[in-house]
């Protein structure tokens, strides 16, 4: 009995010693390892296979993402449009005339999203912000008050003599592309982000799904590569050097 006792302890003094002492840093470790491999993989399709579609699940997770993604004043000043049907991917197709390198996208990919942006942020705008922070407990009135007040300042500083503010508005719609991206790539979902689309065409096309006061002037496609055309599939990762670009002080 002693001799069994004696050998338990020693393969559980064996396993110990195998273990990781920390196991919250081993999956530090283990998630970063995941981020990295996730950049590594991603890259910019240059050809679809209409035949693939992504899943209902996955997109659901995809239009999340882009709602859940962060902005400067969380003033959230956009409009995803993603087109699915045939019928709406015809109608994208007609506005590529300037721009036909990226046209197969529109109709062979699974879905392409439009990214739209408020040309003219106002404190209109940001009240409909603050009264669903309000809603959902983040505020109460005086904060409510001190954010129109304080931080609503910031988009009236970005905006010219007319209001204009759409340069401060489509770089919160960055965000979004870039958050999303990295979500695609941990999908194993492949995506062509495309800032050659024609924004006036678009404008005309999608009048309707806009609205009044938006502008559309890059679009994402997603979906799955064809095998054989996408040649960008094959080729190597190329970035700059860490020193070339990473300055730390």
Known sequence: MKKIILILAVVAGVLGACAPKEKGETSKVSVGNQIIEDLNSRYTSKAYDNTKRVSPEDLATIEEVLRLSPSSINSQPWKFIVIKSDEAKQRLAGTFEKYKFNQPHATNASEIILFANKVHYSKEDYKKRLDADMAAGRLNQKGYDKQLEGAFVFAEMVADENGNNGHWTKAQSYIALGNVLHTLARLNIDSTPME??????????????????????????????????????????SRMAKEDVIIEL
Request: with cysteine.
């Open 196 to 237: 050659g689309v024609d924004n006036e065409e678009i404008q005309k096309e999608f009048a309707k799904e806009l609205g009044d006061d938006y502008e559309c002037t890059f679009a994402l496609a997603i979906g799955y590569h064809e095998d054989g055309k996408d040649y960008n599939s094959k080729l190597p990762k």
